[in-house]
């Protein structure tokens, strides 16, 4: 499998995907830091890929997403944005409204 099959398919297998430089209990940076924290404050269970650990998805996924930083957040297969644009949401609710449903359909979808 290449590297842009596997990034769609942890895309295609997980509702809500954080691409991130370390973890989120160990971020290795600070924008990494802070999306991760907004993830984690809307309460629910997320997939992270931690791209220090994997330098091809490093190298190759902003070209697939066109979009050319870390982190990246990924829900239900659609690019929500990186850092500012996940803070700015969460600030205003839609970043836990976006989550929180994405989870739900998830959810409703393996009962």
Do not use: H
């Not at 398919?9 to 954080?18: D, K, P, Y």
């Not at 992270?48 to 994997?54: H, M």
């Not at 944005?81 to 600030?91: N, P, R, T």
Request: glycine content about 8%; proline content about 5%; charged content about 20%.
């Amino acid at each position: 499998m290449d590297i842009i099959d596997t990034i769609k398919e942890q895309i295609a297998n997980n509702t809500i995907l954080l691409y991130m430089k370390g973890s989120p209990n160990a971020p290795q940076c600070g924008f990494s830091a802070k999306a991760s924290q907004a993830v984690m404050g809307c309460g629910e269970k997320f997939a992270y890929v931690d791209i220090l650990q994997n330098p091809e998805i490093r190298a190759n996924l902003p070209k697939y997403a066109n979009w050319p930083t870390f982190p990246q957040l990924w829900v239900a297969g659609e690019l929500v944005g990186g850092s500012d644009i996940m803070l700015e949401m969460f600030e205003t609710g839609e970043l836990q409204a976006l989550i929180k449903d994405a989870a739900a359909k998830a959810k409703a979808s393996e009962a």
